[in-house]
């Protein structure tokens, strides 16, 4: 009993990050990048992926994270077919369960959302100065409209810049409560839904915070959606458009952000050329390898 209380008050984490199945056609190399680099930004630890269908390039980011130790990635895989939402509530259950004892704080969020705190109080500083009753934040939503599909391959450092969703993407509405997200502490939290506790232990407290400090930056795509595609142009109940703010990142954080991007997408996607002529003709020629210089095969 001494060895499990020590460590529940000391987790492995302070913040962990649960990802809701990757799936779908669009290119999501540089989405995983963007959102790891920002969540680490905020003061996450670490994050798991869960992967339904994902291409063999965008599966590369992910291997050099779970290289680094920053992500743990879960196949999903089951002889029981079922549908997408139904796979969605099991991860739900299934990354509760994982960061129990393990992060003190856990978040669920959706590939194409992140969380923002504040230029002077980061996500985990306002985590770190909450009540020790408090289990269950919530925080509301700022929709920025995603207009186009992401790349799909790394070009030039030029290119990549350009391509940063929130570089790219800075036109929102008003934050919302709908669809909002929660950050809990998992020990404390019995059954969790997609977007609040279900269940808590008694006394355990829910907050909400407002968007002065923080938000779930949510890049909501006006394209391949099950309902509503180019939402934003949605005439309101009063015959009014919704009113469109540019909202940026705050410009050193964005500019951290950038760096922290470059940096793990050039270590992963800019490949070296080998000068074959400087290679060994024994390496080959011993095995009965093609001549590197007509053919590198097989090419990984």
């Not at 770190?128 to 509301?140: L, W, Y």
């Not at 410009?251 to 952000?257: G, P, V």
Request: glycine residues 4%.
């Amino acid at each position: 009993m001494d060895e499990i209380g020590t460590f529940e008050r000391n987790p492995l984490h302070d913040l962990t990050v649960c990802v809701a199945p990757l799936y779908g056609n669009e290119s999501k190399w540089l989405q995983i990048v963007e959102f790891v680099e920002h969540m680490k930004l905020e003061g996450a630890a670490f994050v798991y992926f869960y992967v339904g269908v994902i291409s063999d390039y965008d599966r590369k980011i992910l291997t050099d994270y779970v290289r680094t130790g920053d992500v743990e990635v879960i196949d999903l895989h089951d002889k029981y077919e079922r549908p997408y939402y139904a796979w969605h509530l099991i991860t739900i259950q299934d990354c509760h369960l994982r960061a129990k004892y393990h992060s003190k704080w856990v978040s669920f969020l959706d590939l194409d959302e992140r969380i923002s705190g504040t230029k002077n109080q980061s996500l985990i500083e306002l985590l770190n100065g909450q009540d020790s009753n408090v289990g269950e934040i919530q925080i509301p939503v700022l929709n920025i409209v995603k207009y186009d599909d992401m790349p799909e391959e790394f070009d030039n450092v030029v290119k990549l810049k350009e391509d940063m969703m929130f570089r790219k993407w800075t036109d929102s509405i008003d934050p919302t409560w709908n669809a909002s997200k929660a950050i809990v502490k998992p020990e404390k939290v019995g059954i969790m839904f997609i977007h609040f506790a279900i269940a808590k232990l008694p006394g355990v407290r829910t907050i909400q915070v407002d968007e002065s400090q923080a938000v779930v930056r949510h890049f909501r795509s006006t394209q391949h959606r099950a309902h509503l595609n180019d939402w934003q142009l949605v005439t309101q109940a009063d015959g009014s458009l919704l009113k469109i703010t540019k909202r940026p990142l705050e410009s050193e954080f964005a500019e951290k952000l950038t760096n922290a991007i470059i940096k793990r997408v050039l270590n992963v996607y800019d490949r070296v050329p080998v000068k074959c002529d400087r290679i060994a003709r024994y390496l080959w020629e011993s095995r009965n390898f093609p001549n590197p210089c007509e053919s590198m095969s097989p090419v990984f």
